[in-house]
């Protein structure tokens, strides 16, 4: 597995091609945004009746990951259900595959806008969770130092010799890390948008999921007059550095 | 057929006929006749443009409301132009107002405002004048009987642009319920020449008989000949500009139709750069902001204009009498809309047409001459037979079931009552039927959450509020998602729309062409492309709208026809005959029923080309199955490109037996593998999706907010092929596919023409029909193991440039 490694406020991380992050250390798996339930939620309010195998392909995903990792600990990043009902709607087979997978470990579910409290399922509810210097929650907050966040399921666009390119990504900063959304039909949030503007600083960079990680700056809206006061005030260019800068900043 | 016995305008009752005697007019022959036949359940009146085929359609509605009509709806207009649907309020307005009739007539399309909307549900007017999509909506109502209980005709005018989309097929379920709503309607179609009256007569259902009227001298239309040759490829014509303009300078008022949006505006140009006389010439296309059509066709209206250089935006449309020469640039691909586009000029009705084809290359003007056989043999092509579309039907028992409980059995007679779905199984129909109650998924995941619940055997919406929801998705035509252009500052002129894709390929400095002005890409801001005016620089071409219409099937039997035809060539410029005899000498030419191959060698790499003639699209899926199959075979195949005419391969081994690679049953068996993952199929799937109502159109407004929490259509596509390939939306995407752009009917047609007559001819070198492909534009490199490994060199390309190295696997 082609990780992209990451030193983030003393801890090595690993950013999966997945979109899933793994912190050896602490044998730590953090996913984000799940959203299980999404299609059956959205039949029940009356909406468009998605076809109903979402949930099923996030577990399958999931489930690859802890067979590799082995985690002892598992976060999910908030947003983990569609709503509070989704976690009781889920079906039988289902959540006997998610019960299997807590099973013998330390299950952490923190809150999200989707799923604001605990849900009928094992494991620990929180707002946040600490550890070793590091907070996960679900949103980046203003001042978040050393957080680890999701909720705005980040995707990068990029167009490069003819072929345009959309994927889910990390966003790291000196302070921050966004994950990207590991649920099925989850859509994404492009990081030219304007809610990325103020979350992320100058220097961040993303990380593209795939078959391998890949790291670029973060692209922005193009607006020529910011790149240009980007390099000055950051004292680095954006394109032909020279000489390669390593990922933690 | 038209009735044999003599016409006068005393049929007609008496305040008509002093109506056109006062104008000293005379009712022409065939708005009498279809006036006689005014209680046929059904007519289907086919005239030439400027035959007053409007009014026509008018005239029994005219007299049947007579001088004091009561109140209520007597008639349904239906057009596909909303802009019809207003100019035709106005010019039916004259008659009545000067024969000081009490005959009420009002519009109502997308652009009517809420109130006049609501006043109509409670008090509608004596002609209503609407769109396919509109009456759809209308009939969703649970007023619907109490609006419609008392109509009496349906008029269906362009209605031959109409049948073969998926338009025609929601307008005519809606007839048919119409007709169940008001039992003795009567239904008249207005139509332009068709290759087939009695299948369009058969779509308009009801038994419907055909009336055709004189249609008028025959039309005078030429190849243009110019003094520079035409280039051996490329589309735009732009070598002809000078001679065009001669022609504008020499006629009235001139249309000059282009086959796409970028070319139109690429001509554009190159007209106004001849314009020496400062013509007033204009341009129009469906990429261009409403307000800038608007201006054009109100000057054009207003006599304002020489000329206009235009796409199929305006194929349909007001007729305007002053046009007297019809200019079409690049090869028609379809005889019938060449013949409709010719009859824009028709400046009276008893006046020859006159037309112009300008070849854009070399191959187009064999094209352009068989073009010209066909329109003098009348032998025009077309679609037969298409059965309706399932997703339309699915939207309309949706939309039913808004209007009230619907009744399985008999909401399928009544289906099969429209003419597109008279051949409609039951078991089709309960497909959709179910897909709208429960998505009829293999999992019976919502039997809880069902959209249409039963009780007594009657279908009910299960949340009667989501009938709002259903009728915002109301419509068949699925927009690609494209983005405003303005110019920045200065409040943002609105300039026209782009793709989002184009878009999204732009870097700031990037020029490109949009309403006949070159314009400098500044920045993509809210959903805007932000542009300021760039009058020097040389454009880069705007390749919005990138599909691009295939030479129909008749029109390249044609072609082939005339290559075996040696004879012929004489009718054609010299350098034709040239070409031709030197292509004799080096190879061989296409013969009707057989399928020539060549192979040869150039730089080192082994080219085979195939002359399939079975339309571009179809020669970019044999492409890519061909390339692959050899991918499989270790040929090494690098790139391919195709025409309407051929396909040419390059890699590094030759093709031995290129036989054995064309056969039916290995082609179609790697079409399913390669298919299930093509972007097309992916593009299909969300049409189909939105029409069917899996998936809410965007909405404006909606796009801003919440954006993350959309999904994209193709995770859904990839999911259901997972888990449920045969679900009924990926059933009609596979047909859709394999008629649309994959169009690989076309070359299983060809294949089993075919029958294995293969011509395969080892040339000693690049033969001279062959030469033209290498010119063409859109090569398809063949991206080896795919898009994502291309995907992942480019990203670490990008790495290096930027000095970040790639981390250790």
């Not at chain 1, 961040?204 to 990680?213: D, N, Q, R």
């Not at chain 2, 072609?559 to 012929?568: K, M, Q, S, T």
């Amino acid at each position: 597995m082609s990780h992209w490694p990451l030193l983030f406020h003393n801890a090595n991380l690993s950013l999966n091609p997945t979109g899933s992050l793994w912190w050896e250390g602490e044998s730590l798996l953090c996913v984000a945004d799940l959203h299980l339930g999404k299609s059956e939620r959205m039949a029940r309010r009356g909406g468009s009746l998605l076809p109903p195998y979402e949930t099923s392909e996030t577990l399958d995903r999931l489930s690859r990951e802890i067979d590799a990792l082995e985690p002892r600990n598992v976060v999910c990043l908030g947003d983990s259900f569609d709503d509070l009902e989704s976690a009781g709607a889920l079906g039988e087979a289902n959540t006997e595959r998610l019960l299997a997978m807590m099973a013998g470990r330390n299950w952490i579910w923190i809150t999200g806008n989707h799923d604001p409290g605990p849900v009928t399922l094992p494991g620990t509810h929180c707002a946040e969770h600490h550890l070793n210097g590091l907070v996960f929650r679900h949103i980046a907050e203003p001042d978040g130092v050393g957080e680890i966040s999701g909720h705005y399921h980040p995707k990068a666009r990029l167009r490069l010799r003819g072929v345009g390119i959309s994927r889910p990504c990390f966003l790291v900063d000196g302070s921050r890390l966004i994950l990207p959304a590991f649920g099925a039909f989850t859509g994404g949030l492009c990081t030219t948008d304007a809610a990325f503007a103020d979350v992320m600083g100058n220097d961040a960079l993303a990380v593209l999921t795939g078959t391998k990680t890949a790291a670029i700056p973060m692209p922005r809206p193009r607006r020529r007059a910011r790149n240009q006061e980007m390099s000055k005030t950051r004292n680095f260019p954006l394109k032909t550095s020279g000489r390669p800068r390593k990922p933690l900043l | 057929m038209p009735i044999d016995q003599p016409s006068d305008a005393t049929r007609l009752p008496q305040h008509l006929t002093r109506w056109f005697a006062d104008r000293g007019w005379t009712p022409h022959r065939h708005q009498l006749d279809l006036y006689e036949r005014r209680d046929d359940p059904g007519m289907l009146l086919i005239a030439p443009t400027g035959g007053g085929k409007t009014l026509a359609g008018f005239l029994p509605t005219l007299a049947e409301l007579g001088e004091n009509p009561e109140p209520g709806l007597h008639t349904v207009y239906v057009s596909p132009l909303k802009a019809l649907a207003t100019d035709i309020r106005r010019n039916l307005s004259t008659p009545i107002n000067d024969m000081g009739l009490t005959i009420r007539v009002e519009d109502r399309t997308g652009d009517t405002k809420a109130t006049q909307k609501a006043r109509q549900r409670v008090d509608p007017p004596h002609i209503l004048l609407t769109t396919p999509e509109s009456l759809a909506l209308m009939l969703s109502y649970p007023e619907a009987p109490a609006i419609f209980g008392g109509v009496q005709r349906v008029v269906v005018d362009e209605i031959h642009a109409l049948a073969e989309s998926k338009r025609g097929d929601q307008l005519m379920l809606c007839l048919s319920r119409l007709q169940t709503i008001s039992p003795h309607m009567r239904r008249v179609g207005l139509s332009a020449t068709v290759e087939d009256p009695p299948a369009l007569a058969g779509v308009l259902g009801h038994g419907s008989r055909v009336l055709l009227a004189d249609p008028g001298p025959e039309p005078q239309i030429a190849m243009l000949e110019t003094a520079e040759l035409p280039p051996w490829s490329g589309m735009g014509g732009r070598h002809a500009a000078r001679a065009v303009m001669d022609l504008v300078e020499n006629a009235n008022t001139t249309l000059i139709f282009i086959n796409t949006r970028a070319q139109a505006e690429l001509f554009f140009q190159a007209i106004w750069a001849v314009n020496s006389k400062n013509l007033p010439i204009g341009l129009h296309h469906g990429s261009l902001s409403r307000e800038a059509r608007l201006k054009v066709e109100q000057a054009m209206v207003a006599g304002e204009m020489r000329a206009i250089v235009c796409t199929g935006s305006l194929d349909l449309g007001i007729d305007w009498g002053n046009v007297d020469l019809v200019i079409q640039v690049g090869a028609p691909k379809n005889v019938k809309r060449l013949v409709q586009r010719i009859g824009r000029a028709n400046h009276t009705y008893n006046a020859p047409s006159r037309a112009v084809l300008v070849p854009a290359n070399r191959f187009e003007v064999l094209e352009c001459r068989a073009a010209l056989d066909a329109v003098a043999e009348h032998d025009l092509d077309g679609d037969t037979g298409r059965a309706g579309g399932l997703d339309v039907l699915c939207q309309h028992i949706l939309l039913m079931a808004c209007s009230g409980p619907v009744d399985p059995d008999a909401l399928f007679a009544e289906v099969r009552t429209a003419g597109p779905y008279a051949g409609i199984s039951r078991a089709e129909f309960d497909d959709c039927l179910e897909f709208c109650a429960t998505g009829g998924y293999a999992l019976k995941a919502y039997d809880r959450w069902r959209r249409l619940v039963e009780r007594d055997g009657l279908y009910h919406l299960r949340d009667p509020r989501s009938a709002r929801n259903l009728r915002m998705n109301v419509g068949t035509i699925v927009g690609t998602e494209t983005l405003p252009v303005r110019l920045r500052g200065g409040g943002g002129t609105p300039l026209g729309e782009v793709e989002e894709s184009f878009a999204a390929s732009l870097v700031p400095g990037d020029t490109f062409l949009i309403g006949g002005q070159t314009v400098k890409f500044e920045n993509l801001r809210e959903m805007v492309v932000q542009v300021s005016r760039q009058p020097t620089r040389e454009p880069r071409i705007a390749v919005f709208m990138g599909t691009k219409l295939a030479t129909s099937t008749k029109l390249s039997e044609r072609v082939i026809g005339i290559l075996d035809a040696p004879g012929r060539w004489k009718s054609m410029p010299g350098y034709i005959g040239d070409w031709l005899d030197l292509q004799n000498h080096i190879s061989r030419l296409p013969t009707p029923g057989r399928l020539l191959v060549e192979t040869f060698q150039r730089q080192d790499r082994a080219h085979i080309c195939v002359y399939g003639f079975a339309g571009r699209n179809a020669h970019q899926t044999l492409g890519l199955l061909l390339t692959r199959r050899m991918e499989e075979a270790g040929l090494d195949p690098l790139g391919f490109v195709s025409n309407d005419y051929a396909l040419l391969i390059w890699g590094l081994q030759p093709v031995t037996n290129p036989a054995a690679m064309l056969t039916a049953d290995d082609l179609r068996a790697g079409l399913d593998g390669w298919l299930a993952s093509n972007a097309v199929m992916k593009r299909t799937f969300r049409n189909v999706a939105t029409v069917a109502g899996l998936i809410e159109r965007n909405m404006p407004g909606q796009r801003k907010t919440g954006r993350q929490a959309t999904f994209s259509s193709d995770i859904l596509y990839d999911t259901l092929l997972k888990y449920d390939p045969d679900h009924l939306l990926m059933r009609i995407t596979r047909d859709e596919a394999a008629r649309g752009l994959v169009d690989y009917g076309r070359i299983e047609d060809m294949l089993s023409r075919v029958e294995g007559r293969i011509d395969v001819v080892h040339a000693p070198h690049l033969t001279p029909l062959a030469a033209p492909l290498l010119l063409e534009v859109g090569k398809v490199p063949i991206r080896g193991s795919g898009r994502q490994k291309l995907e992942d060199q480019a990203v670490e390309e990008l790495l290096a440039e930027a000095g970040l190295a790639v981390p250790a696997a």
